[in-house]
Each structure stands twice: as structure tokens, then as C-alpha cells.
């Protein structure tokens, strides 16, 4: 079946540092990737996506590549900020009917002043 | 504001008692889903609704039980539950391609059986 697997956290950056968070996936097919986001005491929220082979998804200074051919979504940030504490969760859908998502472990960063 | 509100918002409950989670939604979506959300695994997909008829249920225990009684919706209903169900329950909806909008997702309800 369909799985992603998350480098596990926590990692903790000093603000203004580079955030790499890694994210390897296994599926059939061609399935979208996903980068959501979980602050504490909230639910999981969508960071950014992407689609089809050598996408790049952005949002709010994050990055992640789509690639085939290592079947990787990393995520990345060039400079992140306390306010980026969080959860973060790689996600694939396997375009299935009724759109099901699989979700790796989550990462949890923390962001030090 | 999500546009996905779940309640409560916390719960605790004993083995023998009964009890329900609420969720709703007014994004005009078409889906919706229960997953499990617990310390160092993976979301868990419990149950899925589309057009309000159930699609999905991942061999959860018949304690859970689900309903979706219009597309605004969904119920999670418990009963004699075990300590191992505690954990944060997220209700997420969607509407038309996952792959183009993703899911919105409620703050969750977070369980503890005692």
C-alpha cells in the first residue's frame, strides 16, 4: 500500500537557520504530494502541494520539489522564524475516488530565538 | 475560524460510558472524514463519507461507531471504549479534487479514556 516516511523530529533550529525536513514516499500510480502544518492546539492545516513530477509547491517561504525519480518531497525554508514552530506532516493521495490521503509521522520543529 | 468546528473540544470518559463527537461544516463540501491521531504514528483514516454514504471504513472497532446525517455533519459515536483509544480526533472535509484543494481539517477533539 501507499506510505510516506518523515525524518524524525524534533529539530531544533536557532531563527534565521536553513530547515530542511525530509520526506520519502512509496504508491502506485502517480500520486499528489503535500506538506500540511499542525500549530499546537489546532488541527493540521495545508502548507502546500503539488501535483505532477518536478512540481514545485511554495507557500509563506517554504519549498518542496516533487521528485520522481528519488521519490522525495522535502521541504525546505531558507530562513525560518519562531513563529514556525510547529508540526509538520508529508501527505500523498493516491487520486483514489474518494480522495484518500496517507499521512507520514509528522516533524516537529522548534524554532529558538 | 477553519470553517471545520468540532466538539468538544476535549473529553474525558470512562470505559463504560457513552459518548459522541461532533463535527461541522459550512465549506459546501462533498466529503468527510474521521482520522486518529496519535503520539509518534501516522494519522490513522478511520471513516469516510462522500455525498453522505460511508466509502471507507479501515477495520475500526465496532465501539466506533459513525453518521453522517446530512453533508453539513458527522458524528463519531463511543462506547466502552479502552484506555488506547485515547487521542486527538480530527474530522477533515473536502470537496471535488483532494489533489487541487487538500483537505480543511477542524481543531480536533481530544479523548481520554480513563
Known amino acids: 500500500g501507499d506510505s510516506v516516511t518523515q525524518m524524525e523530529g524534533p529539530v531544533t533550529l536557532s531563527e534565521e537557520a536553513f530547515l530542511t525536513i525530509n520526506c520519502t514516499y512509496t504508491a502506485t500510480g502517480y500520486p499528489s504530494l503535500f506538506w500540511y502544518v499542525q500549530y499546537p492546539g489546532e488541527g493540521l492545516q495545508l502548507l502546500l502541494k503539488a501535483t505532477k513530477a518536478d512540481d514545485k509547491g511554495s507557500n509563506k517561504g517554504f519549498e518542496a520539489t516533487y521528485r520522481k525519480e528519488t521519490t522525495s518531497f522535502h521541504l525546505e525554508k531558507g530562513s525560518v522564524q519562531v513563529s514556525d514552530s510547529a508540526v509538520y506532516f508529508c501527505a500523498l493521495s493516491d487520486n483514489g475516488g474518494y480522495q484518500k490521503v496517507t499521512f507520514g509521522t509528522g516533524t516537529k520543529l522548534q524554532v529558538i530565538p | 475560524e477553519t470553517g471545520v468546528t468540532q466538539t468538544p473540544r476535549h473529553l474525558v470518559m470512562g470505559m463504560t460510558n457513552k459518548k459522541s463527537l461532533k463535527c461541522e461544516q459550512h465549506l459546501g463540501h462533498n466529503a468527510m472524514y474521521w482520522y486518529k491521531q496519535s503520539a509518534k504514528k501516522p494519522l490513522e483514516l478511520m471513516f469516510v463519507?462522500?455525498?453522505?454514504?460511508?466509502?471507507e471504513n479501515n477495520s475500526v472497532p465496532s465501539r466506533f461507531s459513525p453518521e453522517c446525517p446530512n453533508s453539513s455533519h458527522l458524528f463519531l459515536h463511543l462506547h466502552t471504549l479502552q484506555p488506547e483509544d485515547s487521542a486527538l480526533y480530527l474530522c477533515?472535509?473536502?470537496?471535488?479534487?483532494?489533489?487541487?484543494?487538500?483537505?480543511?481539517f477542524g481543531s480536533g477533539t481530544r479523548l481520554t479514556v480513563v
Open positions: 477533515a472535509s473536502s470537496q471535488g479534487q483532494v489533489t487541487n484543494y487538500g483537505y480543511t
Open positions: 463519507y462522500s455525498l453522505e454514504e460511508r466509502v
